[in-house]
């Protein structure tokens, strides 16, 4: 059966620090896997996606996720957090279907 | 503001009204998506379509959920004798298709249903 699992429900990091949300896959096929955030009274904007070729894959906003098949994950990593990038970050996986988690909520502190 | 529409934003309801959402994609994307999100949860899947053809509605919540795309354009959500388990962020997102699409959904900005 196709699932994501985000095991981090709320992760709270320092401005300026170092992040990695964390994203575990199940899927039958080769994945299409996806990075979103999605801010309190936003919607869903997509940060960064993987379909084949370059393991590591560049986003908007300085963001970078890595694609690792042999752990069936694809974890999102920023090198310095800004106090914006506080939001809800959704890790999806899917072809014509699409599964998402249930989301890691950032809290960044000043 | 990704270009995906949706009307209303905010729907409240008493139990047991039909609503109808409505969604509006970006004009030359032929797959349109729908989903529910609840409180502290990822998006969940419901249906979707391919121009006017719904491909998938297994995932539908219940018979009371009904979804429509008669031109291929705009998109309806129905729900029907609502309950307050319906309580929930509607979501609709469209993406190209095709090739080239990479599967890279737009999602609009949501209706928020609240039954009471």
């Known amino acids: 059966a196709q699932s994501v699992t985000q095991p981090d429900i709320h992760i709270t990091v320092s401005e300026g620090a170092s992040l990695e949300l964390r994203c575990n896959y199940s899927y039958g096929a080769t994945p299409y896997l996806f990075w979103y955030v999605q801010s309190p009274g936003q919607g869903l904007q997509l940060l960064l996606k993987?379909?084949?070729?370059?393991?590591l894959v560049q986003g908007i906003k300085g963001f970078e996720a890595e694609f690792k098949r042999s752990q069936s994950s694809f974890n999102l990593r920023k090198p310095s957090v800004h106090w914006s990038d506080a939001a809800e970050y959704f890790c999806?996986?899917?072809?014509?279907?699409?599964?998402f988690g249930t989301g890691t909520s950032l809290t960044v502190i000043p | 503001d990704t270009g995906v529409s949706q009307n209303p934003r905010h729907k409240i309801t008493k139990r047991g009204q039909n609503v109808t959402f409505r969604c509006d994609p970006i004009?030359?994307?032929?797959?349109l998506y729908w989903y529910r999100q609840t409180l502290g949860q990822g998006p969940e899947f419901l249906t979707y379509f391919q121009n006017e053809a719904q491909l998938e509605k297994s995932r539908l919540l219940s018979d009371r959920f009904s979804a429509e795309r008669p031109k291929g354009s705009f998109s309806t959500l129905e729900i029907q004798r609502t309950e307050q388990g319906d309580s929930a962020m509607y979501l609709c997102a469209s993406l190209p298709g095709g090739p080239r699409s990479y599967n890279e959904q737009f999602f609009g900005p949501g209706t928020r249903l609240t039954v009471l």
């Open positions: 004009s030359e994307h032929n797959r």
């Open positions: 999806a996986v899917g072809g014509n279907q699409f599964y």
């Open positions: 993987y379909f084949s070729g370059d393991t």
